[in-house]
């Protein structure tokens, strides 16, 4: 370490660096935290990952993706990579996810309680798991935990590029833990009170991968992926129906200056068809959460990733789904030096950067 970071922490300063690996684009977010103030936006990143480097979560070039690590880092921190490093694992990566409730057992501590009940379940009993768990409260039944368990086969060659450019990993996260940070991070505590069993649907749209999170009583309830919703699928699907290449459909689903040549009318048209096909796919998600355990409906829809930014999408959900619906926006919880990004569109790039935020305000 550093003797202007030992001083910093001694200080009680402190940065953490966020890094969101996908499987079309790396993303880093860099952000300060000082004791007594709030967190500071210090720095953004982001480069595109070629294809067959990432497939299915899974790394296939190592040293082409370890080139493109390294790049970025040293573009958002031209002095040299430092500080906190978080990276987060996809929710569709084999993540496990369950509530437990524990007994509490007298002078046995409440984490060898969680874990050894964790172990005693399958599939979390698997020799291979990683476990970790958040205990969410205590009551006369026992202690309310959710248990979290990830591959260590999986887990390890994401470790094992920091290794290789000599970098600390604090944390590994899963995304959709810290999307739903994010939002709670974000919402603004000056509104109403939330009813007490308030549900939310966070939709994270990613270029290959899409998945629907589920919040109740702030905090992460569930999980589920949305197979054929990622916006490559989005994009095949209405290069089918157009007859377009995939870069023009995806200028056109962003709203890029450089539309494609094709009729108005023939383009909206072929577009709601798309909207209705993931539309359908998220209700199915709702209906499944709505049935489970007798939840109700919920009543917000925060939209996440880079399909957040395809035109006319949010409105059609919320109209769609009859659910008051938004783009999730982290920049909302930092203090920003607007100078220091000129230029700088916060509003589209919150679809792109919102989990290396998310990992970016952790604090250690």
Known sequence: MRLGSIISRIRGDSKTVGVDIGHHLIKVAVVGHKQG??????????DVIPDGVVVDNEIRNVPVLIDKVQSVLYRA??????????????????????????????????????????????????????????????????????????????????????????????????DAFVLSNVYFASKSRSSDLEEEDEAV????????????????NERFNSGRS???????????????????????CGDLLMGNENKPGVDASKAKSAMEDVFEGLASKVDTALRYFSS?????????????GGGSNIVGLIPFLADRLSLEAVRLNPFKSLQIDKKRFLGMNFDTEAGIYTVALGLAMRRF
């Open 37 to 46: 103030s709030g967190r500071t936006l210090l720095a953004l990143e982001h």
């Open 77 to 174: 921190m031209p002095g040299g990579p430092n500080g906190d490093f978080v990276i987060s694992v996809n929710w569709t990566a084999g993540i496990l996810c369950d509530r437990i409730v524990v007994k509490p057992v007298p002078k046995v501590p409440e984490n060898e309680l969680i874990l050894q009940a964790a172990m005693g379940r399958s599939p979390f009993d698997d020799a291979g798991n990683v476990l970790d768990y958040s205990i969410l409260g205590r009551k006369e039944e026992g202690i309310e935990a959710i248990i979290v368990a990830a591959k260590k086969d999986g887990l390890t060659p994401w470790v094992n590029i920091f290794q290789a450019l000599n970098l600390k990993l604090y944390a590994i996260d899963v």
């Open 201 to 216: 649907l966070l939709l994270n749209l990613g270029y290959k991968k899409s998945y629907a999170a589920f919040l109740l």
């Open 226 to 248: 949305i197979i054929d919703g990622s916006v490559q699928e989005l994009q095949e699907q209405l290069s089918q129906s157009l007859g377009l290449s995939m870069d023009q």
């Open 292 to 304: 489970s355990d007798n939840y109700r409906k919920p009543t917000k829809l925060i939209v996440a």
